[in-house]
């Protein structure tokens, strides 16, 4: 393996720092991209501030070192330095101390600034470690299948009045990759919904089917996209192996969140889709069971069946998932559940049902940190109070 220098190593840490990818940091800086990528994964995609980032003017920047090796290649003394500086003469001395070295004699200002900021960011203990209960909160709520960024928001919900009860995201994600600051067990990128060991992005897409007579999504009611108004769903298959035809159907609820897995044992012919969909959204308040939006898979041919059933069902656009952004995200968090490339039909409907439940149990930001099961139900109490009203009147 050949040996990068101290000074591109600390360019290259730096570029992955401010956001730049392993290529770009590899073109930029002459270090081979293999050896950008096992930086990239050693520390999961996890940096810390990049050595240029501003810091107290209480200490010496990058700018001010340099002029004290000039300075003091001028043979001017630490005094004489302090005050060309405007600095204290014990800040130049123990800075000359320091960082000059033993064999020339010379001051190195670059070395200076690498071993500076190693040392204001040495590992320090992080709020985990100080708060047990803290830490076997968020170690449950991973292996639940939270998110880092819900745990984060869902605490201050759970705990309303205990603020030794709070994390940032950010900080769980650290204590999970940064080794070895991490008090959560690296174990534990298991429980992420990914299962990534480096934190990156990801991107999905999609095969389009024909569909005789479809209504598009252009028609849909306004009302829809404001996720304002109770009862618009969105709807897809995740499929198992080809061998399998198997295949599971989610339907979401825009406003709540709130998901149905359809149950399809004898595969996802148009009619047994149909079916499913009808007896599950059927069996839902007429209110939140209005519409459904759809990609253009084959499985929908039979749509008209549906609409019958009191359920306008709408297309979306060919290639255009992010016009079914709910439902989109939901089938990312299922695969955790139900991996691609495997017999779907070994899923019981108790499996099913175990599955659903716990994305429904699960806090959103956009709710507030509540759960689709919670704003469902919500939203089931104020029709109950609506209907008891009217009754009265």
Same mark, same amino acid.
């Given at each position: 393996?050949?040996?990068?220098?101290?000074?591109?190593?600390?360019?290259?840490?730096?570029?992955?720092?401010?956001?730049?990818?392993?290529?770009?940091?590899?073109?930029?800086?002459?270090?081979?991209?293999?050896?950008?990528? !096992?930086?990239?994964?050693?520390?999961?995609?996890?940096?810390?501030?990049?050595?240029?980032?501003?810091?107290?003017?209480? &200490?010496?920047?990058?700018?001010?070192?340099?002029?004290? #090796?000039?300075?003091?290649?001028?043979?001017?003394?630490?005094?004489?330095?302090?005050?060309?500086?405007?600095?204290?003469?014990?800040?130049?001395?123990?800075?000359?101390?320091?960082?000059?070295?033993?064999?020339? @004699?010379?001051?190195?200002?670059? !070395?200076?600034?690498?071993?500076?900021?190693?040392?204001?960011?040495?590992?320090?203990?992080?709020?985990?470690?100080?708060?047990?209960?803290?830490?076997?909160?968020?170690?449950?709520?991973?292996?639940?299948?939270?998110?880092?960024?819900? /745990?984060?928001?869902?605490?201050?919900?759970?705990?309303?009045?205990?603020?030794?009860?709070?994390?940032? *995201?950010?900080?769980?994600?650290?204590?999970?990759?940064?080794?070895?600051?991490?008090?959560?067990?690296?174990?534990?990128?298991?429980?992420?919904?990914?299962?990534?060991?480096?934190?990156?992005?990801?991107?999905?897409?999609?095969?389009?089917?024909?569909?005789?007579?479809?209504?598009?999504?252009?028609?849909?009611?306004?009302?829809?996209?404001?996720?304002?108004?109770?009862?618009? *769903?969105?709807?897809?298959?995740?499929? @198992?192996?080809?061998?399998?035809?198997? +295949?599971? @159907?989610?339907?979401?609820?825009?406003?709540?969140?709130?998901?149905?897995?359809?149950?399809?044992?004898?595969?996802?012919?148009? +009619?047994?889709?149909? #079916?499913?969909?009808?007896?599950?959204?059927?069996?839902?308040? #007429?209110?939140? $069971?209005?519409?459904?939006?759809?990609?253009? @898979?084959?499985?929908?041919?039979?749509?008209?069946?549906?609409?019958?059933?009191?359920?306008?069902?709408?297309?979306?656009?060919?290639? $255009?998932?992010?016009?079914?952004?709910?439902?989109?995200?939901?089938?990312?968090?299922?695969?955790?559940?139900?991996?691609?490339?495997?017999? =779907?039909?070994?899923?019981?409907? $108790?499996?099913?049902?175990? /599955?659903?439940?716990?994305?429904?149990?699960?806090?959103?930001?956009?709710?507030?940190?509540?759960?689709?099961?919670?704003? &469902?139900?919500? =939203?089931?109490?104020?029709?109950?109070?609506?209907? #008891?009203?009217?009754?009265?009147?």
């Amino acid at each position: 393996m050949v040996r990068v220098d101290a000074e591109r190593a600390r360019a290259a840490w730096d570029g992955l720092s401010r956001g730049l990818g392993p290529m770009e940091v590899s073109r930029r800086t002459g270090v081979s991209k293999s050896q950008v990528y !096992r930086w990239h994964h050693s520390v999961g995609g996890v940096y810390r501030p990049p050595a240029a980032a501003p810091c107290s003017t209480r &200490f010496l920047d990058r700018e001010e070192r340099y002029e004290i #090796a000039r300075l003091a290649g001028q043979d001017l003394g630490v005094r004489a330095i302090a005050r060309a500086m405007s600095r204290s003469p014990s800040t130049i001395s123990r800075e000359l101390g320091r960082n000059t070295d033993a064999r020339s @004699g010379r001051y190195q200002p670059e !070395r200076a600034c690498r071993l500076a900021w190693e040392r204001q960011r040495r590992p320090k203990p992080t709020k985990l470690a100080g708060s047990p209960a803290l830490r076997e909160v968020v170690q449950d709520w991973l292996k639940l299948g939270f998110s880092p960024e819900q /745990i984060a928001g869902r605490l201050p919900v759970l705990y309303p009045d205990d603020e030794a009860m709070r994390i940032s *995201h950010e900080t769980i994600y650290q204590a999970i990759y940064v080794h070895p600051r991490g008090e959560l067990k690296r174990e534990l990128t298991a429980d992420l919904r990914t299962r990534r060991s480096t934190r990156a992005r990801r991107g999905r897409t999609e095969r389009r089917g024909g569909i005789p007579d479809p209504v598009s999504i252009a028609d849909r009611p306004e009302e829809v996209e404001g996720r304002l108004v109770p009862g618009h *769903h969105e709807g897809d298959l995740i499929k @198992g192996t080809i061998a399998s035809n198997s +295949a599971v @159907g989610t339907l979401v609820e825009r406003t709540t969140g709130y998901l149905t897995l359809l149950y399809l044992p004898d595969g996802y012919q148009a +009619a047994r889709v149909a #079916a499913a969909v009808t007896e599950q959204l059927g069996a839902l308040p #007429a209110w939140f $069971a209005k519409t459904l939006t759809w990609d253009r @898979g084959r499985e929908m041919t039979d749509h008209k069946t549906i609409t019958a059933a009191g359920i306008q069902v709408y297309f979306a656009d060919p290639y $255009a998932p992010w016009q079914r952004g709910t439902n989109e995200n939901t089938n990312g968090l299922l695969r955790q559940y139900l991996p691609k490339g495997t017999n =779907l039909h070994a899923r019981t409907a $108790a499996d099913l049902q175990a /599955i659903q439940d716990r994305l429904n149990d699960r806090p959103r930001r956009r709710l507030g940190f509540h759960t689709p099961r919670e704003a &469902f139900a919500k =939203l089931l109490a104020e029709d109950i109070e609506r209907v #008891a009203t009217t009754t009265r009147i």
